[in-house]
């Protein structure tokens, strides 16, 4: 497996970009070759659309492994990165996991870099262009961060790491206590950085079940209102908040500004949109992320989580 592929335009990108761009406007491509040695590659867990338990890459087709030296990575100070430690890689008995570390802002597709004259360079193809190719991009982009910027990313793969710290602890027979410790122990080896604040997956979620003053990749469930063409979802569970010897249990409200030009919106936004609107028309309960900073309103009566960048929301398919 591989990172980075030439898609049938001529544009260089990395797998979780081809994902990013898949998921945010619906854009999918035919084929793909490997940006060193141009052997044709097949994308993995790139165009699917829902909890996955594999990282969005790149496989060479049965049988057609990379040529003249190449292992489809860049090459760092002479070694192939293809080895390398990663922090974003957490490994759970015999499976690999590798997750999204950094949240970014794309307004737009993710633009890469095109090369016009594909069919000349493969013709003059040979070990040492290779080895060049690699080179080059292993300067310009070295061990590039897996970043994402929608929510559903860092959502998707702290299920996936659930799922797969799960799966373990049945093959391994571990109790109920070991597997808790086990799952605590993991996300807390996995780094995240929001906004440049760097944390952990363990740390960077919030069930709506205690307040925090942090950003927050909350999460919870709840029903969808509309009032003012504003969408508000009121959490099923209360928070709890403390203030000066008092506690409060308050409603956690979730709310979005429905944008007038809803067809304009990028395809995940609208997905977003039509799912929240479904679930308000048939009164059917939304289990939700939305990344973002919660306050106190309503004299210490709500919590209100408002959200204006529809990147940072998933809805759960109902
Ligand atoms: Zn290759």
Redesign the pocket.
Known sequence: MSDLAINDKGEQKAASEFHDDFILHGIQHASFV?P????GLVAKAIYIDGPQGKSPHFSCFPQKP??NG???YPLVEGKSVKGEKKSNKIIIGKEEFLFPEKLVSRSKPSQGKFLNDLSELIKENNPEK?EKRREGVGKEVGSAKYTSSIIRSFASSKKAIISLVYKYAKDEELSSEERKLLLKDTLSQAPIELDGYKTNYQVAFQGTKYFSTYKKIWNGEGVVKIKDGIVYILSGQDTEYKHEDNSYELSFYTSLKIPENIEEQPAYHQTIINRLLNAREKELVVKWFAYGMASIVLDKKSVLLSIDNFDHVFIEKV
Request: charged content about 10%; glycine content about 10%.
């Open positions: 490997c060193f040695c141009f052997i990379h040529i190449c292992d489809g290779v």
